[in-house]
């Protein structure tokens, strides 16, 4: 299934399940970094399944996030991507640094 398409169930689900009326923004990114943290103890358990439902749970949160704001997730993906495209910088301790 393209992105598009599971986007728009997400948003589907997440009207069905009335996030979008009973929850904020703020308590939404709550929810990512929630995710996050679960994805974190994965990782270092090296729980492949575990990541990977993270991973997708992240980023369900940040389309329902997209949404709640007013903006399109692939849209925020594609505006991300054109700041760092040209990017330069320099890998140190395991981490991308850009350059100032």
């Given amino acids: 299934?393209?992105?598009?398409?599971?986007?728009?169930k997400v948003i589907e689900w997440a009207e069905d399940k009335g996030i979008f009326g009973k929850s904020t923004p703020v308590k939404?990114?709550?929810?990512t970094q929630e995710?996050?943290?679960e994805t974190l103890i994965a990782l270092v358990k090296n729980d492949e399944p575990e990541i990977e439902d993270g991973i997708g749970d992240m980023l369900?949160?940040?389309i329902i996030l997209a949404k709640m704001v007013g903006l399109d997730s692939?849209?925020?993906l594609e505006s991300a991507y054109n700041v760092i495209?040209?990017?330069t910088g320099k890998m140190v301790?395991?981490?991308?640094?850009k350059d100032k």
């Fill in 74 to 76: 692939n849209k925020c």
């Fill in 1 to 8: 299934m393209k992105y598009e398409e599971l986007e728009q």
């Fill in 28 to 31: 939404q990114i709550g929810k």
């Fill in 93 to 97: 301790n395991g981490l991308f640094v």
């Fill in 60 to 62: 369900v949160t940040i």
């Fill in 35 to 37: 995710e996050l943290t």
């Fill in 85 to 87: 495209k040209g990017r």
